[in-house]
């Protein structure tokens, strides 16, 4: 479900930039949730998919067993987050990180992490460093020599900035769980992979335009 929005995202990026006709994107955006009601309906999405979203809107229940797990996952992630607050408890200081009460924090949650340990400062600065790349990343767009280029570059800007978004969202409560990983910090080699891939392809784009 992680992957199909992010997928989306790109998709959406590269829409606007193309100067799609506003009833073609009203078509393909209607057809996107008719697609998504079609996967409920039909049991493509799961159920476990949808108590995401549940327990998105169900914060403070934990009596359903169902979303009791997503629910202390999001709270811990939470408390993580305040708990270090202005300038963090210290490098490997941090107790509910150390204590490991949030599960799969090294690849859904290693926001909390940076939180709880180096505070909102730290926040701030991660932050602050993803602006940056999405910054570059549409200068090297609005300066591409191709239409095809800037495509390239609003795929890329438009997928980083919603995963940047979704998982620093899901760590403080605001978007569901989707699983999906913080680019270039969370653990794991897939998508570490695929990032270099994809800001390789704006570098190509910017080399092109240089030559």
């Known amino acids: 479900l992680g992957s199909a929005m992010t997928l989306a995202a790109g998709v959406l990026g590269v829409l606007i930039i193309a100067g799609t006709q506003r009833r073609h994107f009203i078509g393909v955006t209607i ?114 020599n191709s239409p095809f280029g800037r495509f390239i570059v609003a795929g890329v800007f438009t997928t980083l900035a919603w995963q940047v978004f979704q998982n620093i969202g899901m760590t403080i409560g605001i978007t569901p769980v989707s699983g999906l990983p913080l680019p270039f910090i969370s653990y794991g080699g897939s998508h570490i992979v695929a990032w270099a891939i994809m800001i390789g392809l704006v570098q190509s784009v910017e080399m092109r335009r240089s030559a």
């Open 31 to 144: 057809m996107g949730i008719a697609t998504f009601a079609a996967s409920i309906w039909s049991g493509l999405v799961r159920d476990y998919q949808l108590e995401r979203f549940t327990a998105l809107w169900n914060q403070n229940n934990t009596s359903d067993t169902g979303l009791q797990n997503l629910v202390l996952q999001v709270r811990y992630a939470k408390r993580a987050v305040a708990a270090g607050g202005y300038f963090g408890k210290g490098y490997l200081q941090g107790e509910l990180t150390n204590g490991r009460f949030i599960p799969v924090q090294s690849t859904d949650f290693p926001f909390s992490a940076i939180g709880e340990q180096f505070g909102l400062v730290g926040c701030i600065v991660v932050i602050s460093l993803f602006a940056f790349i999405m910054f570059r990343v549409w200068i090297v767009g609005r300066n591409a």
